[in-house]
Each structure stands twice: as structure tokens, then as C-alpha cells.
Nanobody
Framework: QVQLVESGGGLVQAGGSLRLSCAAS????????MAWFRQAPGKERDVVAAISWSGARRYYADSVKGRFTISRDNAKNTMYLQMNSLKPEDTAVYYCAADFVYGGSVNSDYPHYWGQGTQVTVSS
């Protein structure tokens, strides 16, 4: 059973930056495709960005293209989400997810493992 732990969320002003981290509990991390999702109150959990096991392929939702960067360090069993030029509409709980077949965008039904989520709040 893989455990995922997110960190790095917080309160930031519009235009600011945050870096989220997702640490995995075991070494099989490097074989998993991974993704960041977010869920705002009253809304569905949607994919923000996804990355293949090697990091060679990456997907971004249109709403974050050019502002967010997903990356991973398999030696450290950690995935990251660098978020720049943050907007109030980026406010949500951000979740990391792992173990699905990478194909670009991914539905929240498919990842087998989830973190507990970290709150990101962007003030205007």
C-alpha cells in the first residue's frame, strides 16, 4: 500500500507562487504515473497536471498552462507542482494521486492511491 503525503499549501496573494510536494512511502513510486488534482467547494475533483513514470510526458489543464509546472524526482520518491501567477480561482484542496495508465488527462476514477490533500488559498 502506497501512502502519499502532500505539503506546501497555504495562503498566498494573487500573483504569488507556491510549490506543492507529494512524498511517497515506497520505492515503487518510480513505476507510477502521477497527477495533481484539485477540488474547490461544490465542484468536482479535476486533474490539474499529470506526469508519466519517467517524467518524459506531461499534461496540463488549459486553466494552468504556462503557470504551473509538474515534475518528479524518482530518487527522492517525490512529485512537485510549482504554481506561479496564482489566481483566486486556483483556490482549492490539491491532491496528489498515483498509479494509473498515463494518457494525458486523467479522470479521478482511475488513480489507485491518493494523498489527504493540502489547502491552497489565493486572496485577491
Amino acid at each position: 500500500q502506497v501512502q502519499l503525503v502532500e505539503s506546501g499549501g497555504g495562503l498566498v496573494q494573487a500573483g504569488g507562487s507556491l510549490r506543492l510536494s507529494c512524498a511517497a512511502s515506497e520505492g515503487t513510486f518510480s513505476s507510477y504515473a502521477m497527477a495533481w488534482f484539485r477540488q474547490a467547494p461544490g465542484k468536482e475533483r479535476d486533474v490539474v497536471a499529470a506526469i508519466s513514470w519517467s517524467g518524459a510526458r506531461r499534461y496540463y489543464a488549459d486553466s494552468v498552462k504556462g503557470r504551473f509546472t509538474i515534475s518528479r524526482d524518482n530518487a527522492k520518491n517525490t512529485m512537485y507542482l510549482q504554481m506561479n501567477s496564482l489566481k483566486p480561482e486556483d483556490t482549492a484542496v490539491y491532491y496528489c494521486a498515483a498509479d494509473f495508465v498515463y494518457g494525458g488527462s486523467v479522470n479521478s476514477d482511475y488513480p489507485h492511491y491518493w494523498g489527504q490533500g493540502t489547502q491552497v488559498t489565493v486572496s485577491s
